[in-house]
């Protein structure tokens, strides 16, 4: 049996403060490198997830566990090596980052307003992150070699870069998509703006969604609104020019609204996403 040192197992994570022009103030990021990045002169795929807070490390993660990615790269030697990389939300600015859209199909306060600055944040993960992470690491700049994961909210936001920016990117995961918040305007949107460009999409929902905030957000049966959205994003891609056989749709029996679930399905996403890798 071979044998390998500490150092074969451990991934660096280095971390970074991006300036966010439209918020002028600085933006966590942490870039997660492959294995043999110091003794290779590779360039690699790069991977980049939302809710940075919640990617690496349980003892940081809003629910308490983590999305264990770390974890799935080690444990998956089938997948190949990539750069991932997490961008932290804005914590009690996440609701209006991750929305391009104010939020409409609501029970919200009157004169309460959520929602509206995701096409900036876009931006700025677009025009200032990813721009940083290919001049800095080395990285297979092209569309084909960059994916985008999120869940939730940042599943919504994930939707809305992949047609904003499909020109870039060329991957998407999309975990428990909360789309019911602006159903109407995101499906606007994409009817609007065929995906030219060939994507893989990896979609994944739970029959059991929906957390405290939903029921503060939300009439009716959360459960089915999530099952709900991701069919209904399943059309819309199908109706925008993706192709069924690049589309993965997870539903997840007794799957809940969580990291510790998400976790699970991370290896078949990465493993579906980098297929052509």
């Not at 040192?5 to 300036?19: R, V």
């Not at 944040?121 to 990285?139: H, L, N």
């Not at 975990?175 to 999409?201: C, G, K």
Request: with cysteine; glycine share 6%; aromatic share 12%.
């Amino acid at each position: 049996m071979k044998r390998h040192n500490k150092a074969y197992f451990y991934l660096e994570l280095k971390s970074h403060d991006l300036m966010m022009p439209h918020r002028h103030e600085s933006r966590r990021i942490r870039v997660l490198l492959p294995r043999d990045y110091a003794s290779s002169d590779q360039a690699y795929p790069v991977v980049y997830m939302h809710d940075g807070q919640n990617v690496f490390h349980s003892s940081e993660a809003f629910s308490g566990h983590s999305w264990k990615t770390i974890h799935a790269l080690k444990k998956n030697p089938d997948l190949p090596p990539m750069i991932v990389v997490g961008i932290d939300n804005g914590e009690e600015d996440r609701m209006h980052e991750y929305s391009p859209w104010k939020f409409k199909q609501t029970q919200l306060p009157p004169g309460m307003v959520l929602g509206g600055h995701g096409a900036e944040f876009a931006a700025f993960v677009m025009e200032v992150v990813k721009p940083f992470i290919d001049s800095t690491y080395r990285t297979k700049k092209d569309r084909a070699h960059t994916a985008m994961i999120g869940s939730s909210l940042g599943a919504n936001i994930t939707q809305f870069t992949g047609v904003a920016y499909q020109n870039q990117i060329g991957q998407l995961g999309v975990f428990s998509s909360a789309n019911w918040l602006t159903r109407d305007d995101f499906d606007r949107y994409i009817s609007r703006n065929r995906i030219e460009q060939p994507q893989r999409i990896f979609i994944q929902v739970g029959t059991h969604e929906g957390d405290a905030t939903d029921r503060k957000l939300m009439y009716g049966n959360m459960r089915q609104a999530y099952i709900d959205e991701s069919l209904l994003y399943y059309q819309q891609l199908l109706r925008a020019g993706v192709a069924l056989d690049a589309i993965q749709f997870v539903i997840a029996a007794d799957g809940i609204h969580s990291e510790s679930e998400w976790s699970k399905h991370l290896p078949n996403c990465l493993r579906f996403l980098s297929e052509m890798w």
